[in-house]
């Protein structure tokens, strides 16, 4: 079992930055891949970045070179981090961890992104 615990987030001017974090514990292993998505109001959830315990990343035509993912694994957990840079309204929404290994999926609980003009 996987337990995964975001924070960061908040409310930021269009133009600024900010960082999310994912702790992933419990049964989690240094090739299992972890991602940040983000549903918007009215929107379906979409895939904002992800990378893989090799550090390969990819990220969502909407963010590309302005959010960046990295991680940092210790024997009992991956932390992940989200930096996010040049933010503009339409990034405000509700973001979301997710943890990946061999065919199980955890996700965490949200945690607000709000960018006002």
């Known amino acids: 079992q996987v337990q995964l615990v975001e924070s960061g987030g908040g409310l930021v001017q269009t133009g600024g930055s900010l960082r999310l974090y994912c702790e992933a514990s419990?049964?989690?292993?240094?090739?299992?891949?972890m991602n940040w998505y983000r549903q918007r109001p009215e929107n379906q959830r979409e895939l904002v970045a992800t990378?893989?315990?090799?550090?390969?990343?990819?990220?969502g035509d909407a963010v590309k070179g302005r959010f960046t993912i990295s991680r940092d694994d210790t024997r009992s957990t991956i932390q992940t981090t989200l930096q996010m840079n040049s933010l503009n309204p339409d990034d405000t929404a509700m973001y979301y961890c997710?943890?990946?290994?061999?065919?199980?999926?955890?996700w965490g609980h949200g945690i607000q992104v709000t960018v006002s003009s």
């Open positions: 997710r943890h990946y290994s061999g065919g199980s999926e955890t």
């Open positions: 419990g049964s989690v292993f240094g090739l299992d891949i």
């Open positions: 990378i893989t315990g090799r550090g390969l990343t990819h990220y």
